[in-house]
């Protein structure tokens, strides 16, 4: 499916959705879906399948260094335009994938969504061939990649909450399957997290053998699962001086460990106000990260220094609500206004006074802030 874009584009194609007597609406949800060719290329008559990307624009970029899932002006199916129930669609060329022979429609449909989702995380996770991969969540993403790292001989762990999916996991050929509460048997190389829950982030940096990786799948590959966003004290990108900040941050690590930075990074966390009422949450939050693995956070840092979210903003189309503390040094309130600005209809609410973690430094008050809006 990789190669055929860019200057070669044509125009829409019309799909009939020929193949959709054999396929179960509950088993096919409408964005994945094989259809047969009308007219145009790639030849007549041929079976292609659409998948969720529908179209970027080919020429800024992202298109033009394979990254065009990033692409500003993409469009989805079953989301910008009709899909997969439709009984005709138009896709362009170049994202009509002909699908070969050996595939029956049931088998090549999941494989344009849940498919390219699980594969791409799955490589991003540079789980090497033969290596351990932890899975949490275990939805139709997760079957998949399962059966994959199995063919390129990875032994796989599943993490999920549901009873059923963990015997389809063994099933599959998962060599442990397991609640979120459970440890691991054992460290792994890579995990990739498809469960849209980010308490989940840190059981899975637990699980990893050093140097391990994480892939976050979800979250951003489909917005559309999230019904509200609270974002709290948080920033889409830093700005140049923030990024110096965490290179910086990332060399003290690298030579005294998390003891040169644990007092300074701790004292960024609360207001100053907070912090001479409270001073022993200084020694709380040193501890924190005292405990953490100088190699993970120097990644993280890496990780602050290279994010750029912003291009990816204008997808949220989900009621959002920012907060952020008035104080909030760590990501103050100037880069918090600019997700506001970004995310159409978001609101925007300062809590006075309060550092960069709210719901540790004004619970009360973070709660009020946000009780309106979750509907607690
Ligand atoms: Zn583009």
Redesign the pocket.
């Known amino acids: 499916m990789e190669g055929q874009r860019g200057s070669d584009r044509r125009d829409d194609q019309l799909l009939e959705a020929a193949a959709l007597g054999g396929l179960r609406e509950d088993l096919v949800p409408a964005r994945e879906q094989a259809l047969q060719l009308l007219a145009g290329r790639p030849v007549r008559g041929d079976r292609v399948g659409i998948a969720w990307l529908r179209s970027?624009?080919?020429?800024?970029s992202?298109?033009t260094t394979g990254r065009?899932n990033l692409?500003?002006?993409?469009t989805y199916t079953g989301w910008t335009h009709d899909g997969g129930y439709a009984t005709h669609c138009c896709v362009p060329e170049a994202f009509a994938h002909v699908i070969p022979p050996e595939f029956d429609d049931t088998e090549a449909a999941p494989l344009l969504c849940a498919g390219i989702i699980g594969y791409r995380a799955l490589r991003r996770s540079q789980v090497p061939r033969g290596g351990r991969l932890a899975l949490f969540g275990f939805g139709s993403s997760a079957h998949i990649t399962l059966q994959v790292a199995r063919h390129w001989g990875c032994t796989v762990y599943a993490v999920t909450r549901d009873a059923a999916h963990r015997r389809l996991a063994l099933d599959l050929g998962a060599r442990w399957a397991g609640g979120t509460h459970e440890a691991l048997p054992e460290r792994v190389d890579a995990a990739i997290v498809f469960a849209p829950a980010g308490g989940l982030v840190p059981v899975a940096l637990q699980s990893l053998q050093k140097g391990g990786t994480v892939a976050l799948a979800f979250a951003l590959a489909h917005p559309e699962r999230i019904s509200k966003l609270v974002v709290s004290d948080a920033a889409a990108a830093f700005p140049p001086e923030g990024r110096q900040a965490f290179a910086v941050m990332a060399e003290k690590v690298a030579e005294g460990g998390l003891g040169s930075i644990a007092e300074i990074a701790a004292k960024r966390v609360f207001s100053p106000a907070y912090l001479a009422a409270h001073p022993e949450k200084i020694e709380e939050r040193k501890n924190v990260l005292l405990a953490i693995d100088p190699k993970a956070f120097q990644a993280a840092c890496k990780i602050l220094q290279e994010t750029d979210l912003v291009p990816q903003l204008h997808r949220l189309k989900v009621p959002t609500l920012v907060v952020c503390g008035e104080f909030d040094q760590a990501t103050p309130p100037a880069l918090n206004k600019q997700i506001v600005e970004k995310v159409a209809g978001a609101r925007y609410i300062e809590l006075p006074g309060c550092g960069h973690c709210p719901p540790l430094e004004q619970p009360k008050q973070f709660l009020a802030a946000i009780g309106d809006f979750v509907g607690l």
């Open positions: 970027t624009c080919g020429a800024c992202f298109c065009e692409c500003e002006a993409s």
